[in-house]
């Protein structure tokens, strides 16, 4: 491996890579729970396209594999080697905002910012990305979320996905030519803008590819005047909870616009695990308020641009709930108003992210979070509850690791996130038996239905080996990829690509 | 060179196996932003080192696990990197999510990033890679002379003004500490005319004080901490101590939080300096003279008061008191202010990197458009008073001592 370190010394210098060992071992695992451990062989820091362009360059003479990471929050291996070595790029040095355009709304910055850092300056000019990107958002890039369809840290009733308000990106392409897309793609436009108008959306094909098509370096994303009014409001919902939160989340919908900017479920088991009574070692309630309660929760934050526009929405929505069997808790944080504490204490980049491991030191979750409409969460809890059941056995050998759904978030228009997935133990020895029970619950989202967009490694594999690609498909995104980076060097084995 | 660790037993870091374990790799300690708590980044040392990950504490307790389950080896760089970190506790509170109220992370039960960091570094003083080599030359002057300094130990007194009689025995006993006698006496002598003003009696154990061995216990030299800890104790009951009035931060933490986990219980109380003044203040012991102008002053939470004894409010309550200061805050404070650069044993070993985080402290300070930069530590006050000399700063450099010195009548 020296040849190729030499020769990505001379792109970046000996500062900004490294092939010792207690390096490489700390990229060799993220936030996945049962993938196991894989070194790379070298880990670049690169600060500029034309580096990370150079070392795909390399890569390709070599016929090295690359991994682009970002924040390496992942929680399906995407920012690791599958094969374990290669090259790991680690983009978090190319955090640069290059330009607060006010005139055309948007911003650009280098791949390797963080959500909240990005979001950190706008908050200070007014402005903000909407979809404030993943749970992990105070960690994680805006690279990272981009290639994943991210919707969880804040905004997404709104917005939707943070890939849906992109207009441009800057992409190395896995030989190394960079490349503009987006309404940078063309010579004469002044600034970007927009991304559709020139042809074929080429943007769109680097979002969400969870890195296998191409590097991105910079990311030219709409920004939104952060409006001046907002309010949030916390329910308990009675039993069944689920299917109450979804006639209301219907409603609403089909009420048109009512400025809910983010609107969340928390199931009955959730709650217990919160405030302690569901595993006798937690004793102590991750949220205060809630110590004793013993309900569903559901919240919404709104946004407005007049209190007396707020107002008027705010009774409808509340209407809504109410008559759904929901029962408002106080309006402060300390009574119960989980709400206020997500919009207001930029709780959107806490939510439960940071409360992964929490069902004893040495937990950690297995995600299999995914979209579906939203008059069919109710049906995949179902399926969910009946996979566990029939698994019991299993899971209880594992661990006990535990399965459940942490949330449902309003996602976009149409669609709910649901957030479900294991918790199993970091131990060597169960670390089959955890992977095997979390593929075999991931196929069965993907059977019934459910859309992931996290998908890395494990969960991007579970979906071809699912048999959710319909046959021309798969071929048709192998050719691509195959077009792309012939030597397969990017990314190699997401999707069995 | 990478060594086989089977050969290291790892058995401090082994004891904290299940804070090693807790960690679930979300990242917030490499980097987070959270405007609503005041949070700006996390890490004031992984820039300067280059930004990866074992620079931060997802890396480090990445290679804790790897270390105790065998699959990573020990190797000089992975010690030096360990030794890399201000063990400033920034990560610890960025993790526990600290500066949140209504919420509490389970990590905030289950790891405590710094004894981590500390374990590790006592293992590896233990198996020969560490401490680094100015640390070794370190615990040669504290064993000989009783202080880091290089300095005789019958000099140690020397700071006392001529003609002044100090008590050996006292209720009140001040523990003076080596950075304050030998290289800052200025901040003693402060002290001590505040205390004249006030009319208060104090002790001094001098010469029975040693190095507090807040250094060995940062750089992993457990046996050499616990003697020292022991004695000063000994010369502290034996003078007579119900109260040890202390000023220097790092003497302060080692006294009040080290001194109980290595020995238990003390015979005595451990009081910080500014919490001494603010209470003279409060009882009206202390009167000021009428300012002659108004000063804008900022003020730098040192780690070892702050973060990690929890002692926040005590300088800037003494601050606010003193005639004609207006206080003005920096952008991080509190749990999430950013280090000087000098703790850890980095000051010694890494002496320009820890100029250049002090270098970034005082160019938030200067954004205040601050007259002074005060913090209540003699090590801050040291290393900034490099950095500003390195970047040829504006904002003057203080304690918070000094500053109620010249004002008191």
Redesign the interface.
């Given at each position: 491996m020296s040849r190729i370190y030499k020769a990505i010394e001379d792109a970046v210098g000996s500062?900004?890579v490294?092939e010792?060992?207690?390096?490489r071992?700390?990229?060799?695992?993220?936030?996945d729970g049962a993938l196991p451990?894989r070194w790379p062989d070298v880990?670049v820091?690169p600060r500029s396209a034309d580096e990370v362009s150079q070392i795909l360059r390399i890569a390709n003479r070599n016929k090295t594999p690359v991994v682009p990471r970002g924040?390496?929050?992942d929680i399906s291996g995407g920012s690791k080697p599958i094969e374990g070595g290669g090259i790991v790029i680690?983009l978090?040095?190319m955090n640069k905002i290059i330009n607060i355009d006010e005139q055309a709304l948007t911003v650009t910055a280098q791949a390797g910012i963080?959500w909240?850092?990005l979001?950190?300056v706008l908050?200070e000019k007014g402005y903000y990305t909407g979809n404030l990107g993943p749970g992990?958002g105070?960690?994680?890039t805006i690279g990272g979320g981009l290639c994943h369809h991210t919707v969880g840290g804040g905004g997404g009733a709104k917005y939707g996905t943070c890939t849906q308000h992109v207009v441009a990106l800057q992409v190395v392409l896995p030989q190394g030519d960079i490349i503009q897309t987006g309404s940078n793609a063309s010579v004469y436009v002044k600034e970007p803008f927009c991304r559709y108008g020139l042809g074929p959306d080429l943007c769109s094909m680097f979002l969400g590819d969870q890195g296998i098509l191409g590097v991105k370096t910079e990311a030219t994303l709409e920004i939104f005047p952060k409006p001046p009014y907002h309010t949030a409001k916390t329910f308990t919902l009675k039993e069944p909870s689920d299917v109450k939160a979804a006639k209301i989340w219907l409603a609403w919908r089909k009420r048109g616009e009512l400025g809910i900017y983010d609107s969340n479920y928390l199931p009955l088991l959730t709650i217990q695990g919160f405030t302690g009574s569901l595993v006798p070692k937690?004793d102590?309630?991750?949220?205060?308020?809630w110590k004793g309660l013993n309900k569903a929760i559901f919240f919404y934050t709104m946004e407005g641009e007049t209190q007396e526009e707020l107002d008027s929405k705010q009774k409808i929505v509340d209407k809504i709930v109410v008559e759904n069997g929901g029962e408002p808790l106080g309006d402060t944080?300390?009574k119960g108003n989980w709400a206020k504490?997500h919009y207001?204490?930029?709780?959107h980049?806490?939510n439960f992210?940071?409360?992964?491991?929490?069902m004893?030191?040495?937990?950690?979750?297995c995600s299999s979070e995914h979209h579906v409409p939203i008059h069919r969460f109710p049906e995949m809890i179902k399926k969910l509850g009946e996979w566990e059941t029939k698994n019991l056995d299993k899971l209880t050998k594992a661990g006990p690791a535990l399965s459940g759904v942490s949330h449902v978030l309003l996602c976009g228009h149409t669609a709910v996130e649901i957030d479900s997935g294991l918790v199993v133990w970091?131990d060597?020895d169960k670390r089959a038996q955890n992977y095997d029970l979390w593929i075999d619950q991931l196929k069965m989202i993907d059977k019934e239905g459910g859309l992931p967009y996290v998908m890395g490694e494990s969960i991007s594999r579970a979906f071809v080996a699912a048999g959710a690609y319909p046959g021309p498909y798969y071929d048709f995104l192998r050719s691509i990829k195959n077009t792309l980076d012939p030597n397969r060097i990017l990314s190699p084995g997401k999707f069995y690509l | 060179m990478?060594k086989q660790t089977t050969k290291v037993p790892f058995t401090n870091l082994r004891k904290l196996e299940?804070?090693v374990?807790?960690?679930?790799?979300?990242?917030?300690c490499?980097?987070?932003?959270?405007?609503?708590?005041g949070r700006?980044?996390v890490c004031p040392v992984k820039d300067y080192l280059?930004?990866?990950?074992?620079y931060v504490a997802?890396?480090k307790l990445?290679?804790a696990d790897?270390l105790l389950?065998g699959?990573?080896?020990v190797?000089d760089?992975?010690a030096k990197?360990i030794y890399e970190c201000t063990l400033c506790g920034s990560c610890k509170e960025a993790c526990h999510?600290s500066g949140?109220a209504?919420?509490?992370?389970?990590?905030s039960?289950?790891i405590d990033h710094v004894k981590v960091f500390e374990a590790l570094r006592a293992d590896l003083v233990e198996a020969g890679y560490g401490p680094m080599p100015r640390h070794r030359e370190i615990y040669g002057s504290i064993e000989k002379e009783h202080n880091p300094y290089f300095e005789r130990h019958a000099d140690r007194g020397k700071w006392i003004p001529a003609g002044k009689e100090l008590p050996a025995k006292g209720g009140l006993v001040l523990f003076a500490g080596c950075t304050e006698p030998y290289r800052q006496p200025e901040l003693l002598t402060s002290l001590l005319g505040i205390l004249d003003a006030a009319g208060v009696k104090v002790a001094v154990t001098n010469p029975n004080e040693w190095c507090c061995g807040s250094v060995a216990i940062r750089t992993g030299n457990k046996p050499l901490a616990e003697s020292l800890a022991k004695h000063n104790i000994e010369a502290l009951q034996k003078a007579g101590a119900k109260d040890v009035l202390v000023h220097c931060s790092g003497c302060y933490r080692a006294l009040k939080k080290d001194y109980p986990e290595i020995v238990g219980k003390l015979p005595f109380n451990v009081i910080h300096a500014t919490e001494f003044i603010r209470d003279l203040i409060k009882d009206e012991k202390i009167s000021f003279k009428e300012a002659e102008e108004e000063a804008k002053v900022t003020y730098h939470d040192p780690c070892h008061l702050g973060r990690q004894t929890g002692l926040y409010d005590a300088p800037r309550e003494v601050l606010k008191a003193i005639p004609g200061v207006q206080l003005v805050e920096m952008r991080r404070i509190r749990e999430n202010a950013w280090c000087c650069g000098a703790g850890g044993g980095v000051k010694s070993a890494f002496a320009d990197m820890a100029v250049s985080v002090g270098i970034d402290r005082l160019a938030e300070a200067e954004a205040t458009k601050a007259k002074f930069i005060t913090s209540a530590c003699p090590f801050c006050r040291g290393n900034f008073i490099d950095a500003a000399k390195a970047r040829k700063a504006r904002i003057q450099v203080k304690d918070v001592i000094e500053l109620v010195a010249d004002a008191v009548a």
């Open positions: 500062k900004y490294s010792e060992d207690f390096v071992q700390a990229y060799g695992r993220s936030n451990e880990v820091r924040g390496g929050c680690d978090t040095r963080t909240a850092e979001n950190g908050f992990s105070m960690s994680a937690v102590f309630p991750v949220f205060k308020a944080i300390e504490w207001e204490q930029n709780g980049w806490q992210h940071g409360l992964w491991g929490c004893g030191p040495g937990s950690i979750p970091q060597d | 990478s299940q804070m374990a807790s960690c679930s790799r979300i990242g917030d490499r980097q987070m932003v959270r405007p609503s708590a700006y980044d280059g930004g990866f990950e074992p997802r890396g990445r290679m790897g389950r699959t990573l080896n190797s760089g992975l990197s999510n949140d209504c919420i509490e992370l389970p990590t039960r289950w």
